[in-house]
């Protein structure tokens, strides 16, 4: 008997399957292992001096990992037209989060800065900041897709996403955190340029920021030393120079193949927030020049995954949030490896999944969960039917 097979199923494509990239996941894994490890051996002596238990900062860590993990599964699996909905309420909740440093009773304040909030569910302090790294680049991605349709409207059409990229930008620096803000600022122009925004409307806006920028610096004694620490390395070696030159004497003290896991670890209590921003110089003493160069394979393994993911997006949402999480990672990234080894002025940028601390990994964390999204997303494809 012949049967038309046709027939007998529904009249709808087939959907071939859904996986995430398991590259990139590894990549993930790796990278946030490892920070694991070296945040435990940094951190050891230090949190056994002044907390009385050697696992004071890797407990933390460890339970905010488990938090992260059910983000991560959370976002993988989350219709990205659900989170487009729930676009507007993003940036409200971002946009109120990152005011709530400048209120009383809430605001966390350390060394004069403004970047921190007391929640006590969280069980420690939290930066958010960290938030609008994550909620400029949805909005922007979300509103090239939606808006931008034909080439001349890129022209006409930029200033909303700069406008909330500067309203952001200029918020996280009244809160002191200038090398946030540039961040924040400098993701979402490359974001722009690449979603077809053109460079000459765009210069306003730079020159802008420029002078907002130099404005910002030098109307404060501590900037301005740090400007001078960073062009002079021999200025105040016992202050605003200190870590740096701490931080470069246990990268070169690494040599070629590293001390090892556990060794050194007195010297590493010599450089302030060793556990945080300037962890990277802990992993370079242990680990020496492989090490070094075998976490930057890493980091570009997961560029290249991430930026792949782009490339292989079927709308431009789901591109342009590749991009822009990616370059998220691995700019910050790059800044703090900088930081630590002189190139940079000193900031208070972290290292992602490296460094202490709730509020980093966390975003970083969402931001890994939204490029499996993106690859979850890409997977499903539709089959002819035969």
């Known amino acids: 008997m012949n049967v038309n097979v046709r027939k007998i199923f529904a009249e709808r494509p087939l959907i071939k399957g859904r996986y995430i990239d398991v590259s990139l996941l590894v990549s993930i894994i790796l990278l946030w292992g490892l920070g694991l490890l070296l945040l435990y051996i940094c951190s050891a002596e230090y949190a056994a001096s002044a907390f009385g238990s050697a696992h004071y900062f890797i407990n933390r860590q460890l339970v905010m990992s488990g938090a992260g993990v059910l983000v991560i599964i959370i976002t993988i699996f989350l219709p990205q037209q659900f989170i487009r909905k729930c676009l507007p309420l993003i940036m409200a909740v971002t946009f109120i989060f990152c005011l709530l440093p400048f209120v009383p009773g809430i605001a ?40 931008i349709k034909k080439p001349e409207d890129r022209y006409r059409s930029l200033f909303p996403p ?11 620096i009244l809160q002191d955190d200038f090398s946030t803000a540039l961040l924040i600022f400098s993701i979402g122009l490359l974001v722009i340029y690449v979603a077809g925004g053109r460079l000459l409307p765009l210069m306003p806006y730079l020159f802008l920021i420029i002078g907002a920028a130099v404005l910002f610096v030098f109307t404060s004694e501590f900037r301005v030393n740090r400007i001078i620490a960073f062009i002079n390395p021999n200025y105040d070696t016992h202050g605003y120079n200190y870590q740096v030159l ?10 070629f193949l590293g001390n090892g896991f556990g060794v050194g670890l007195d010297k590493f209590n010599l450089i302030p927030e060793n556990h945080t921003d300037y962890i990277f110089s802990g992993w370079a003493e242990s680990m020496g020049f492989l090490g070094v160069l075998g976490y930057f394979l ?37 800044m703090n490896c900088g930081v630590v080894c002189g190139a940079l002025p000193v900031t208070g940028i972290t290292l992602p999944f490296f460094s202490s601390g709730g509020s980093s990994l966390l975003v970083t964390c969402c931001m890994c969960g939204l490029l499996l999204n993106v690859s979850y997303h890409n997977s499903i494809e539709e089959i002819d039917e035969v």
């Open 246 to 255: 701490r931080a470069r004497t246990a990268i070169s003290d690494g040599g």
């Open 298 to 334: 890493i980091l570009a393994f997961f560029a290249w995954r991430g930026y792949t993911l782009m490339m292989e997006s079927k709308n431009k949402f789901s591109a342009l949030l590749a991009f822009g999480l990616t370059t998220s990672i691995l700019i910050q990234s790059l």
């Open 162 to 172: 700069v406008s909330m990229l500067c309203l952001f930008s200029g918020i996280v």
């Open 108 to 147: 966390a304040p350390r060394n004069g800065a403004k970047r921190w909030i007391s929640l006590p569910f969280f069980g420690e302090s939290f930066q958010p900041s960290e938030l609008a790294k994550i909620a400029v680049v949805l909005f922007i991605a979300n509103w090239f897709d939606k808006f």
